[in-house]
């Protein structure tokens, strides 16, 4: 059960990933449209505005995805000396660390959005964005992330309790390691 949540949860982050890339393939074309306007002293005027609000949001979207696809940096000395029980161990304290983080991460980032909504905060810049347009998809991409660490720490928790800790290894192991044993 938990090994096919994990490919689940795989393929929609991949689609979620697919989805920010291309967003973030727009933004390019967006800015590199608006830089050969500018020598013709035309501008669409704020992409540099935008584009910041892309990052953010691919961003905060595309850490779930870096969590299930091992991208997220680990200093791994001490699991790299160990047997496959102890390596999962290890990365079921590595998973529980990160899901404290983005959770706490994520709760902080809500009275931010509540307050651009209540105030109907704008940004201080000539397109005045309205924050709360840019804050709650970003928002939502944090919930998503601490949503999809907790759930594979549960995976990563129930699989290494039923003695089966080592079939934690393509979710929840390190990249670098990952990449010696192919």
């Given amino acids: 059960m938990e090994l096919v949540l994990i490919d689940r949860l795989r393929r929609i982050?991949?689609?979620?990933?697919?989805?920010?890339?291309?967003?973030?393939?727009g933004m390019a074309g967006f800015v590199v449209l608006d830089i050969i306007l500018r020598q013709f002293h035309a501008s669409f005027g704020g992409s540099e505005e935008l584009a910041g609000y892309a990052m953010a949001l691919a961003t905060s979207w595309?850490?779930?995805?870096?969590?299930?696809?091992?991208?997220?940096i680990r200093i791994d000395l001490l699991r790299s000396r160990t047997g496959p029980q102890i390596k999962a161990l290890f990365d079921v304290l590595a998973l529980i660390a990160m899901s404290g983080v983005v959770v706490t991460v994520a709760i902080k980032c809500w009275p931010?959005?509540?307050r651009?909504?209540?105030?109907?905060?704008?940004?201080?810049?000539?397109?005045?964005?309205?924050?709360?347009?840019v804050q709650v998809p970003w928002f939502?991409?944090?919930?998503?992330?601490?949503l999809m660490s907790?759930?594979?720490t549960l995976c990563a928790?129930?699989?290494?309790?039923?003695?089966?800790?080592?079939?934690?290894?393509?979710?929840?192991g390190a990249f670098a390691e990952q990449d010696s044993l192919q």
Avoid: D, Q
């Fill in 140 to 146: 939502a991409g944090w919930v998503w992330f601490a």
């Fill in 13 to 25: 982050n991949r689609a979620v990933a697919l989805l920010v890339g291309l967003g973030l393939l």
């Fill in 62 to 72: 595309g850490m779930a995805y870096a969590l299930l696809e091992l991208g997220h």
């Fill in 116 to 133: 651009a909504i209540t105030n109907g905060s704008r940004a201080n810049t000539p397109l005045a964005t309205p924050l709360a347009w």
């Fill in 150 to 152: 907790c759930l594979v």
């Fill in 112 to 114: 931010v959005v509540e």
């Fill in 157 to 172: 928790i129930l699989l290494t309790v039923k003695g089966r800790g080592p079939e934690t290894e393509p979710f929840a």
